[in-house]
Every structure is written in C-alpha cells, then in structure tokens.
C-alpha cells in the first residue's frame, strides 16, 4: 500500500486465486474499495522547486499547506548557502498564515548575490514545533543566475540524494569514490544453439564474446585484484591483432 496526504483510495480483495473454495458468487463480493482524503499539518515547499534555476535576484520562498483548511498556525522558514543552516548568512523567519500558499521574503542573505556569481541556495519550511512534537523539515535548493531558467545541479551537497551504482557519495571529502563492493563476472554458452553466442563480461563490460558456430572452447582472464583482463579482448565489434579468441589464465 503507498499513499500520503491527498485523496487516496484503499482496496481490499479476498478469495484470490489459489481459490480453494469454490462459491456460487467469486467475482462480485470479494472485492471493495473506498476514497479517504487524509490531510497533513505539513508545510511542502513549492517555490523555487528544488534544483532550479531562477532568473531573478532574492525570490519570494512560497510553501503550501498539507491540510487545504487548516486554521492559522505558525511556520518556520529557514534559508542559506549550505544545507547544514548554520553559516553567518543564515536567515530564519516565523511566518503565521491560514491553508494555502504559505509565502516569505528573505532579505539580507541575498546580498551574497553581490559578491558571488551563481549562488546556490539552501531553503527549508517546517509547522512550528512548538506542541507539534518538533519540526518535520521540506528541504529545498535552488541556483540564481541572471537572466536564465532551467535545472541544474551545481553545489556538491545537491547531490547528497541522489541515486548511485558503484559510486559513493563521499560527502567528508566532498568527492566522488568508486565503490569497493564485489564486481560481477558472468559468461555464457550456446547451449544447443548451434549459431548462438558464448563470451563473458566483466560488469557491465563484454570482454569476449562471438556467434561461433559448432563445438568451441574459450578461456577468459584477469587481474584478481585490478579486475583488468589479461591478454587481447576479441568482441563482434571491437578486436585485437589476433584472428581468434586466445587462450588465457583463469581467474584466480
């Protein structure tokens, strides 16, 4: 089940296949469903949208509440030039506003605009902790450059939630390591397919591989620590000096 705040419908069957009791009705009482709208005290940023690029110096921070009729309550909005909310630049406002877009006008934290070309920006909004058991954060970022609109990520800390395979996000040294998990080695045969293919990759790499017709036997090999691969690599678009596939060390 996934859901959250805003019109969600819930169905609910039961009976389902392997059905083991056989019913004079099995397709019209097993099965309901209904629409609850589930409301939220939280306030989700909105503008600017995370990773934009807006064309315009200081821009209005706009939020909107979870609940469309929530009575007035208090908000913090908090903004800066990096995500930890801590620099002499931070600044920090208390906003009380009814459902809706709820809005804030930074000031003085946009002078850095003055001395630094392309600032990225840090925002953040949260209902007021007070009686609310602390704040839940929305966190955003956004980039001024004059003139221009668009996406673009282009601070090291707007990378922190991203998505990676075999890279990690090494955020202490404010760089980017290739993991040291496992790498995978696979290889394949023809099987009974007399044209089929037989190969092996190294990853997501082919090392060796060719449609070779009647019996064949190929060897591949590496470094056991380097992964790289010994020996000249022969695939259907990319060969060495050899005519044929060599025979090489196993791995070890």
């Not at 989700?44 to 609940?67: M, Q």
């Not at 929305?138 to 395979?165: C, L, P, T, V």
């Amino acid at each position: 089940m996934s859901g959250g705040q805003g019109i969600n419908q819930f169905s609910v069957r039961v009976d389902l296949d392997p059905d083991l009791i056989e019913e004079m009705d099995d397709l019209a009482n097993n099965a309901a469903s209904n629409t609850l709208f589930i409301t939220s005290g939280d306030l989700v940023p909105t503008y600017p949208y995370d990773f934009a690029i807006v064309p315009e110096s200081g821009p209005r921070l706009k939020a909107s509440t979870g609940d469309p009729f929530a009575p007035v309550r208090n908000y913090i909005f908090q903004i800066d030039t990096t995500d930890l909310f801590n620099s002499p630049v931070m600044q920090m406002a208390m906003v009380s506003a009814p459902s809706g877009v709820v809005s804030w006008q930074p000031t003085t934290v946009y002078n850095v605009d003055q001395v630094q070309d392309s600032t990225v920006y840090y925002w953040r909004c949260s209902i007021d902790s007070t009686g609310n058991g602390g704040y839940n954060w929305y966190e955003r970022s956004f980039q001024f450059i004059s003139g221009q609109r668009g996406w673009g990520q282009a601070h090291y800390f707007q990378f922190k939630n991203d998505n990676y395979a075999d890279i990690e996000y090494d955020r202490p040294e404010r760089d980017f390591d290739f993991t040291s998990e496992p790498h995978e080695i696979a290889a394949w045969t023809p099987g009974f397919d007399y044209w089929g293919q037989i190969g092996w990759r190294l990853d997501l790499a082919n090392q060796d591989f060719e449609d070779v017709p009647g019996s064949f036997v190929a060897r591949g090999g590496g470094d056991p620590y380097t992964y790289e691969t010994w020996g000249t690599k022969w695939t259907r678009y990319v060969r060495g000096p050899t005519c044929h596939i060599q025979s090489r060390p196993r791995f070890r």
